[in-house]
């Protein structure tokens, strides 16, 4: 059975524009026919206090037969495949893919908590989100748009539409 999912997609190292350009193929290739979308590109200013480069990000919706886990494995072979080591906690990367929302489901799980436990407070996934699915309710039934603040607007820059 099709579910509808969201992914935010993320990099600030080694060509980000083109890091997020390969993952977007990588992920419409698991996408059900005809259900693939992506955001606009934004820069973002990392977070945390590691010094490092702006990001690059987005955000892809797409309907899936993947189980839940099946999708985290498969967004995490993707990260290794364009080199995503994990060293520090909120550190660069070249890929960083988070499941947002898998269909209307509360996940809860040691490897896996959907909807992704920062979504709500970041305008790097709120505002791409927003992009391909403006009228999207969350599974908290709170609507994405009244989450969304001017400042938040003012954060990011868009790159490419």
């Given at each position: 059975?099709?579910?509808?999912?969201?992914?935010?997609?993320?990099?600030?190292?080694?060509?980000?524009?083109?890091?997020?350009?390969?993952?977007?193929?990588?992920?419409?290739?698991?996408?059900?026919?005809?259900?693939?979308?992506?955001?606009?590109?934004?820069?973002?200013?990392?977070?945390?206090?590691?010094?490092?480069?702006?990001?690059?990000?987005?955000?892809?919706?797409?309907?899936?037969?993947?189980?839940?886990?099946?999708?985290?494995?498969?967004?995490?072979?993707?990260?290794?495949?364009?080199?995503?080591?994990?060293?520090?906690?909120?550190?660069?990367?070249?890929?960083?893919?988070?499941?947002?929302?898998?269909?209307?489901?509360?996940?809860?799980?040691?490897?896996?908590?959907v909807p992704?436990?920062?979504?709500?407070?970041?305008?790097?996934?709120?505002?791409?989100?927003?992009?391909?699915a403006?009228?999207?309710?969350?599974?908290?039934?709170?609507?994405?748009?009244?989450?969304?603040?001017?400042?938040?607007?003012?954060?990011?820059?868009?790159?490419?539409?």
């Amino acid at each position: 059975m099709a579910v509808q999912v969201y992914v935010a997609i993320g990099a600030n190292l080694a060509e980000p524009i083109q890091q997020l350009d390969v993952a977007v193929l990588a992920l419409k290739a698991l996408a059900i026919n005809n259900t693939f979308t992506v955001s606009a590109y934004y820069g973002s200013k990392p977070m945390g206090d590691v010094i490092q480069p702006d990001y690059v990000n987005a955000v892809a919706g797409f309907q899936t037969s993947l189980l839940p886990i099946e999708l985290l494995d498969t967004l995490q072979e993707i990260e290794q495949q364009q080199g995503r080591v994990r060293l520090e906690h909120w550190g660069p990367r070249t890929l960083d893919l988070d499941l947002l929302l898998y269909g209307q489901q509360h996940i809860n799980e040691p490897r896996l908590c959907v909807p992704h436990y920062g979504m709500k407070q970041r305008s790097f996934v709120l505002i791409p989100l927003a992009d391909i699915a403006p009228g999207l309710t969350l599974p908290c039934n709170t609507s994405l748009e009244s989450l969304i603040s001017v400042a938040m607007r003012d954060e990011l820059q868009k790159l490419i539409d």
